[in-house]
């Protein structure tokens, strides 16, 4: 059994084969936007963080080697430890090079370097902004830089040279990149923008404006377009600033990849994980009252994933998280599905929540109004009953924490006139809805342990504070 989700593997020759989502068909659209405008520009891949994008990048980059583009694939998260984001950009065009084409690009670099010792002092001084406080030490440390560069040409102080060394890079640039894609546009990919420092994304994104903007090259920006616009008002210091209007100067086409289509990711990570393992395990089905836990499990998925719209990444997490807990219940134990996944998704997703539960700070009514604050579920004929039985479920659980029943606070009495139960707590889910939820709490405590199971039985497997079983 996996511990975590490994990277879908990537077939070369088909490599949407282990694409779980479907999304073969986007790959294709983005593919012929590329060739109806294979002149240049700029697409930004707009979706929130853990929604998949770098997987469907990297089988989108494979599918364009296939249809003969030549990539570059650059994870700017991952190489922002270099200050100067024109030594990563030029380091990763290096990678195009052969024999040929080699004393083209070294002519590049050269002009690249004219447009370096701008930048490095900028950088010095930056770092000795930091770590610094003597403003003697500081100038120092920029002199010696700037006596440095000069290993590459005598700085140009003028305007106008400063605009010709641009010129002419974008000119070399250009004429490497047109002798090396054999009439097909580059497509230089640049991931997890948003994830990298602030000030080392929006230096990539000037660059590549300024610097990178030539012919033939089309750059997919896979973004967290709200993300992004964060970096860019921490980097200028104001919440004022208008980040969209800023990003279209760098953005020509926005795509976002659609959601997948519902019950797909979840059904996928149930069978990945193999939860059949231990739900439909034969030693477990032969107790009748623990039949209905795989539908109870995914029934749960569905309410709590693709109502909520939560990431897949965020999924993936509570899934493994939920397997790996799954291992300290033996077959013939309550698991209670519904109530063991809803707390792993609040460990995972509302921890401060999770642990205001197990120290038992909250009351029964605050119980009930944060199960509906973390919810977000659009509330309706079809969800609401479901939604009840998940709110009862976590409110007796909670209310049968004490280790001594007398302390419990009372959920229903008998009323003696009628003879039978009433209610004595409400729903947030559906309010004066008394009768419902006095029928949830008999369902819940009708012949069955599970109705004096309290949150300790859940959340000390959920913290894998019990022995596991092989």
């Known amino acids: ?62 599918d364009l080697k296939n249809n003969g583009f030549q990539t570059l694939y650059f994870n700017a998260w991952e ?20 024999k040929e084409t080699e004393p083209a690009f070294k002519k590049t670099l050269k002009k690249a370097s ?36 000069d290993v590459f040409e005598n700085e140009v102080h003028e305007y106008e040279k400063k605009k010709k060394s641009i010129s002419d890079f974008r000119q070399s640039l250009s004429e490497f990149i047109a002798n090396t894609n054999e009439g097909k546009p580059l497509i230089f990919i640049i991931d997890e923008l948003d994830r990298c420092r602030p000030n080392y994304a929006v230096s990539i994104l000037e660059q590549i404006k300024h610097f990178f903007s030539v012919p033939n090259i089309v750059y997919i920006l896979s973004i967290d377009k709200e993300q992004l616009g964060n970096a860019i008002k921490g980097v200028y210091g104001s919440d004022a600033i208008d980040a969209d209007e800023y990003l279209r100067r760098f953005i020509d086409i926005e795509y976002s990849i659609p959601e997948p289509e519902v019950d797909v990711f979840y059904k996928y990570l149930y069978d990945y994980f193999r939860f059949d393992e231990f739900f439909q395990s034969t030693e477990r089905l032969k107790h009748y009252e623990l039949k ?29 998280h939920s397997r790996l807990a799954l291992r300290s219940f033996t077959s013939n134990m309550y698991v209670t599905p519904h109530i063991f996944l809803l707390l792993t998704f609040i460990k995972v997703k509302h921890n401060k929540f999770y642990n205001e539960l197990k120290s038992k700070q909250l009351s029964i009514e605050e119980v009930q109004e944060k199960f509906l604050s973390i919810i977000k579920i659009d509330i309706n004929e079809q969800t609401d009953r479901q939604l009840m ?33 009433k209610s004595l707590i409400g729903s947030v889910i559906k309010k004066n809805a008394e009768k419902d939820v006095m029928n949830i709490l008999e369902s819940i405590n009708r012949g069955h342990r599970e109705g004096d199971l309290d949150l300790s039985y859940y959340v000390n497997r959920i913290d894998l504070l019990e022995e596991m079983k092989i």
């Not at 209905?292 to 493994?320: G, V, W």
């Not at 007796?396 to 606070?409: E, G, K």
């Open 389 to 421: 039985w998940l709110e009862i479920s976590l409110v007796n659980v909670y209310n049968n924490f004490s280790q001594d029943r007398y302390y419990r606070r009372q959920l229903f009495e008998r009323v003696k006139e009628t003879g039978e139960n």
């Open 79 to 98: 190489n922002d430890f270099e200050n100067n984001p024109l030594t990563a950009l030029m380091g990763e065009l290096k990678t195009l090079t052969n």
């Open 114 to 149: 004219t447009l370096t010792k701008h930048i490095a002092p900028i950088i010095a001084k930056a770092i000795a902004d930091r770590y610094i406080d003597t403003e003697g030490v500081k100038e120092a440390i920029v002199g010696v830089t700037e006596g440095l560069s």
């Open 292 to 320: 209905s836990d795989k539908s109870n499990f995914l029934e749960t998925c569905k309410l709590l994933f693709t109502n909520a719209n939560i990431p897949l990444r965020q999924q993936e997490k509570i899934f493994a």
């Open 1 to 62: 059994m996996d511990i975590k989700h490994y990277e879908i593997e990537i077939v070369p020759e088909n490599p949407f084969t282990n694409c779980k989502l479907g999304r073969q068909k986007y790959s294709s659209v983005l593919t012929n936007i590329i060739k109806s405008y294979p002149y240049g520009f700029v697409l930004a891949l707009n979706n929130k963080w853990g929604t998949g994008k770098t997987t469907f990048v990297k089988m989108w980059e494979q």
